[in-house]
């Protein structure tokens, strides 16, 4: 792909995307081919397939500090340290340096981020839920934030349609709570995940252990082929960058695709700093870039623009595109812009050891990359909870420790090295994963007085947990230690780690799309309700946040605007 864009000397194209990562990636594989002339414009450096992943293969003794980042590193990044499972010497390259992009915590909020071509879709949990239909509804009958402008009918064509393209490994468990998809094949329960699946069946109605709906190539198809896809190998090392290209990425499928066509641009090193708006044309012309190098500005020009740069940076242009028009922010008329900013509650943590002795002498193979999960049952049908309102599902995890537990494990000789021979205790964990409620006061709004190292303001962002996720975790925790000892474990641990919001990095919702324009910034098509040509389909765009991983829905969303975007423009509409 073209990574300066010489082709187009008069920098004007058909198509802008602000963004590389998961939606940004969908936006330029359909624009593309649909025949736009499209430009790519990432923040961060380059990042080529295969080619710049350093560590794919590394073992342990070949990293410096055995996979550990030493202090120093650490007391840079004291926000990207807290995923202490990618920011390492394995993985920690695709996470930013805190100290080099700062931000402001009115209250407690950790904004993780990974600024190069592919963004967090080298670094994603490629966990991919749809949402099921009432999870669209729930707005509307609680009155929690406003009604969505779609519902699932307008969404599963297009569900169907980036599951095939990116592939998702899952089984059909025909559950009405999570609709099913178009899986490749699942991967494998072990025996003790097995044995939890088949105690709650006898003991609960509504809840199952399922195996995760994962973005990793169980079985490579004909359309991943193409791309030089192949079968996941079941290392587990994802966060590294896959050289098999295995599990979903921007930089292993989206953008390879849209290479293909010829139309592709990606300019890296590119700081968006505004869209400009034509008030006589009453439409966006372009957007404003600066060079992270020569810190210069340079303007490129297009009919319609795609904002994906997460949900937060995609505020920040947004917000600081100003105009007579649009004196706060482009498209904000509702004053919703910046508000209603959204996370996942993973507080809950519930973990224990099987007592039983009917697994012994069991083991299992290879390190699945995926896990187990529990849908929603909270607040569906006849169970209703009247302390709080939407629900949880439970990211779960099975297994039993071998020799890799040396490091915790006292001993000392022979005598220890032979123990270490042995596995150890089956284990099983429960996860939390809760919906948080779109509140106006969750905000974000741009610090002028404190600006980057590119003279961009800054954030302020304003976000705190309510008393429903509060609620809904305590619950969370008490339903887990009851399903737990169920099916015959016992508990060693539950708690509420009361982490901040943010570090479930699912930020979301401060560019919500509604049927109003007074209340909301995008219509059904993700377009800005003023600014027709401007479409927003990351996270800034959701009206609510389910307690699914969200990017499936992203990658929906994106497919779906992308295909109502180039049909206006086709019809002279945009």
Not at 131 to 146: I, M, Q, S, T
Not at 192 to 207: F, L, Q
Not at 521 to 543: C, E, P
């Amino acid at each position: 792909m073209n990574l300066i864009g010489k082709a187009n000397q008069q920098n004007t194209y058909d198509a802008i995307v602000i963004g590389s990562g998961i939606s940004g990636g969908w936006a330029a594989k359909e624009l593309t081919q649909k025949g736009l002339r499209t430009l790519v414009l990432e923040r961060g450096r380059p990042v080529e397939h295969v080619k710049d992943y350093p560590t794919t293969m590394s073992s342990p003794w070949e990293m410096t500090h055995r996979g550990r980042y030493p202090l120093d590193v650490l007391e840079k990044s004291p926000t990207q340290a807290k995923v202490g499972y990618a920011f390492n010497e394995y993985s920690g390259q695709f996470f930013i340096r805190d100290t080099d992009h700062p931000y402001q915590q009115t209250k407690p909020f950790d904004w993780i981020r990974g600024y190069q071509v592919g963004g967090k879709s080298l670094s994603w949990a490629r966990w991919t839920q749809r949402w099921a239909p009432f999870n669209f509804e729930d707005n509307l009958k609680d009155g929690h934030g406003v009604d969505w402008p779609i519902r699932y009918p307008d969404l599963a064509p297009w569900y169907s349609y980036v599951e095939k393209f990116a592939g998702i490994s899952g089984n059909k468990d025909g559950l009405s709570t999570l609709p099913d998809g178009e899986f490749l094949p699942p991967f494998e329960m072990n025996c003790i995940e097995k044995s939890v699946r088949d105690a709650w069946k006898k003991e609960y109605a509504d809840r199952h252990l399922i195996i995760s709906r994962t973005a990793n190539l169980s079985k490579a198809q004909p359309v991943h082929l193409a791309l030089g896809r192949a079968d996941c190998q079941s290392r587990n090392w994802c966060g590294r960058g896959c050289l098999y290209g295995a599990y979903f990425s921007s930089n292993s499928a989206t953008l390879p695709a849209a290479a293909k066509t010829g139309k592709l641009t990606v300019r890296p090193f590119s700081v968006v700093h505004s869209i400009i708006y034509d008030e006589a044309k009453q439409r966006a012309t372009g957007v404003r870039v600066i060079d992270t190098n020569t810190k210069e500005m340079t303007e490129y020009y297009a009919r319609i623009i795609f904002v994906n740069a997460a949900t937060l940076n995609s505020t920040l242009v947004l917000l600081n595109s100003t105009s007579n028009r649009f004196p706060n922010g482009l498209g904000n008329d509702s004053g919703a812009l910046g508000h209603y900013l959204m996370d996942h509650n993973y507080r809950g943590r519930v973990a224990g050891v099987y007592e039983g002795k009917d697994l012994d002498d069991n083991y299992y193979y290879g390190r699945r990359p995926t896990g187990t999960y529990v849908p929603r049952f909270r607040n569906v049908l006849n169970d209703s909870q009247k302390d709080f309102v939407r629900g949880y599902a439970y990211a779960c995890g099975g297994g039993r420790a071998g020799w890799e537990r040396g490091h915790s494990v006292a001993g000392f000789g022979a005598e220890y090295k032979e123990a270490l021979t042995h596995p150890g205790e089956w284990s099983f964990s429960m996860t939390a994963m809760g919906e948080m409620l779109p509140r106006y006061e969750n905000h974000v709004k741009l610090n002028q007085a404190n600006k980057d190292q590119w003279g961009m303001p800054t954030l302020d962002i304003d976000c705190s947990w309510g008393d429903n996720e509060d609620k809904m975790t305590a619950d969370a925790i008490e339903q887990a230690k009851a399903m737990m000892e169920a099916a015959g474990i016992r508990i060693t641990a539950a708690f509420d780690n009361h982490q901040a919001p943010g570090l479930a990095i699912h930020e979301m919702g401060t560019a919500r799309m509604g049927l109003d324009p007074k209340t909301s910034v995008l219509n059904k098509w993700n377009q800005i309700h003023s600014v027709k040509n401007v479409f927003v389909t990351d996270g800034a765009s959701m009206a609510s946040s389910a307690c699914q991983n969200p990017s499936l829905t992203y990658m929906a969303l994106t497919a779906r605007a992308a295909d109502y975007a180039v049909r206006q423009l086709k019809a002279g509409k945009l």
